[in-house]
């Protein structure tokens, strides 16, 4: 089955700079790739997802890039600011279901 | 707060002990999901159901039960059979999905199950 694998499990930067989340997945017949932000303690929000007929899709401060050779996709955030400070998770969309990587624990440092 | 509701937000209960953990939707959403998070990892499928009387399970069913007799409504039963069930769990709807178009599914505000 489809496997999401999610890297760094932490990130810390500084305020004001950019955060790269990567992701691979296995299956190449996954066609849907969301982004979801969980404050601690919260549920889980889509802040941005793209499907696998577009490279790349952004959204403000924030954008997603797609490598369907590869299977990687990534999260870019810019200018980087205190409410920044989540748990970031990608997910593939296989077989009627999302699979979700690990989870990545974001730090905006002041 | 998406029309998608969960209950209690905490639950405390004795090993050995079935408890059932309610979800309501007013979303008119068909598909429903149950999702189990464990600290430092990403949120694992325990059974969807994609219309009213059928469900499926995720990779994780085992330990646990449910059913779908109304459209609004999901409940997930833990068993005694679910060997470490102290964890976050967390209910979704969204509407239909199909095998290659992907429908946004919206998330309850979870409850945090604690077996002692």
């Known amino acids: 089955g489809e496997n999401v694998e999610q890297h760094p499990s932490t990130l810390s930067v500084q305020e004001g700079d950019s955060a790269v989340i990567k992701c691979t997945y296995s299956?190449?017949?996954?066609?849907?790739f969301p982004w979801y932000k969980q404050e601690l303690g919260k549920r889980p929000q889509l802040i941005i997802d793209i499907r696998s007929n577009v490279g790349e899709k952004k959204d403000q401060r924030i954008a997603v890039t797609l490598n369907k050779t590869a299977k990687h996709f990534s999260l870019h955030i810019t200018e980087t600011q205190p409410e920044d400070s989540a748990v970031y998770f990608c997910?593939?969309?296989?077989?009627?279901?999302?699979?979700w990587g690990a989870g990545t624990k974001l730090i905006i440092k002041p | 707060d998406g029309g998608i509701t969960q209950s209690p937000k905490y639950l405390f209960r004795k090993e050995g002990q079935n408890v059932t953990l309610s979800c309501e939707q007013n979303l008119n959403h068909d598909a429903m999901y149950w999702y189990r998070q464990d600290p430092g990892q990403g949120l694992r499928l325990i059974y969807y159901?994609?219309?009213?009387?059928?469900?499926q399970k995720g990779d994780i069913a085992e330990g646990y039960s449910v059913s779908r007799e109304k459209k609004e409504s999901f409940p997930l039963t833990v068993t005694s059979a679910q060997k470490n069930p102290t964890a976050f769990y967390l209910c979704?709807?969204?509407?239909?999905?199909?095998?290659?178009?992907?429908?946004?599914?919206?998330f309850g505000p979870g409850t945090r199950l604690t077996v002692l």
């Open positions: 979704a709807s969204s509407p239909l999905q199909t095998l290659h178009t992907y429908n946004e599914q919206f």
């Open positions: 997910a593939s969309y296989s077989n009627y279901q999302l699979i």
């Open positions: 299956d190449s017949a996954s066609n849907y």
């Open positions: 159901s994609q219309i009213v009387n059928d469900f």
